[in-house]
């Protein structure tokens, strides 16, 4: 099972997948190559026939702002996931120094063909509540402590923003 910050998530909607996605992917791409001046995105699939009324090109737009970001819409692609993005980053000399296939799976989740991401690792090895039980009995763990044994460090600290955000919601 993946980390629990991959149920909770924040981020802006009024769709996970058409505006937290892209801007996970947007954010991350940043952090990799730094700001460029300019950023290509090629939409595809239901990002690309909503994705403007989804705000999917405005959440790219903003996110890779102040750079010059171009938004084209496509219907078809031919990669293995339904609904996706190409993410073009260039140089002052308008070179292509960067391109991500990135697929946008549901809920804000993504994944990028040419990035393995650490946030999709296994951080628990259990794969039912049964299995989880059991470990809970075994251990003499509570659910919350068994949890707070397989999150990282800083998983309170995200719950924390998680419960705000849903404050701030309502």
Known sequence: MQSLRELYKVGPGPSSSHTLAPKRACLLFIEEYGHLPRYEVDLFGSLSLTGRGHFTDKIIEDTLAPSKVEIHFNLSWEEKHPNGFYLRGYNEDNVCIALWTVFSLGGGSIEVKEKKLSY???????????????????????????????????????????????????
């Open 120 to 170: 999709n690792e296994i951080c628990y090895k259990e794969k039912s509540l049964d299995e989880i039980k059991e470990v809970c009995f075994n251990e003499k763990l509570s659910l919350v402590d068994y949890v707070f044994k397989n999150e990282d460090e800083t998983f309170e600290e995200y719950l924390n923003l998680v419960l705000t955000a849903m404050i701030n919601s309502v």
